[in-house]
């Protein structure tokens, strides 16, 4: 495994840095993690959530694996699509967000499986899943071309992969959406989160996180056909899907 320096936000760190930072990035916000969200979006993250679960066309009894999943929006929204025949698994790598996650499903009526795990050593069997879901997820994680052949390997033929993220925006809106992202999102980290630095790096993080054909390469390299993507909010966040056939 490489020990090459790996992005931290702008700053090259090794890896096994980004890995305890980015967890102590979570930790500390994820009590307030869904506020954040709809602050920072103006709810659109719901609405963009929506749009990837009705692009993945989640069947009845599919099974569905949400890697970095979270408070469990996505989790929620498979579970629905996919019923009581179906099987939906939420995973993430942070334990205090996997709860926050957990608590909020069941809150919900929904028992579904939890597994605290590392997206690039992914503890399930080849062609396990009808569908892999990472919203949000994958900038975050140290080493991406791992996680995505992980994402390929679990899946089953006729499976897709969706991945969630933010993306790089249209050039016209790019000073206004630098200005917002380096000034208003940390401030509102403060003064919602008492965490300025976290969210500093999450803006950070979204600036060095691969562009729409950068990721969509990635995703080939990786061995998922018929890739595509779906820019959303004018490519404020993207939406790959990719195949298996």
């Not at 102590?24 to 963009?48: I, K, P, T």
Request: glycine fraction near 10%.
């Amino acid at each position: 495994m490489s020990d090459a320096p790996v992005d931290f936000g702008y700053e090259r760190v090794p890896p096994d840095e980004k890995t305890r930072r980015v967890r102590g990035v979570f930790e500390s916000v994820a009590s307030r993690y869904d506020l954040m969200n709809d602050l920072m979006s103006g709810g659109m993250h719901r609405l963009w959530k929506r749009y990837a679960v009705g692009v993945a066309a989640v069947r009845p009894g599919a099974r569905v694996l949400d890697l970095a999943g979270g408070t469990g929006d996505l989790a929620r929204l498979f579970a629905d699509a996919a019923g009581p025949a179906g099987r939906v698994v939420l995973t993430d790598i942070n334990g205090a967000m996997l709860a926050e996650g957990r608590d909020k499903l069941i809150d919900r009526g929904l028992m579904l499986d939890v597994v605290q795990c590392d997206a690039e050593k992914l503890p399930f069997p080849d062609r396990a899943f009808d569908v892999v879901s990472i919203g949000f997820g994958l900038r975050n994680v140290t080493r991406k071309e791992h996680a995505l052949a992980e994402m390929r390997r679990v899946l089953a033929p006729g499976g897709v992969a969706v991945i969630l993220e933010f993306s790089r925006v249209a050039t016209p809106l790019a000073p206004a959406y630098d200005w917002y992202s380096f000034t208003v999102l940390p401030r509102l980290g403060r003064l919602v989160a008492g965490d300025e630095a976290s969210y500093r790096y999450l803006a950070e993080s979204i600036r060095m996180h691969p562009d729409q054909e950068a990721l969509k390469a990635l995703m080939e390299q990786a061995g998922f056909e018929s890739v595509e993507y779906h820019n959303l909010t004018a490519g404020v966040v993207a939406l790959h899907v990719g195949r298996v056939y």
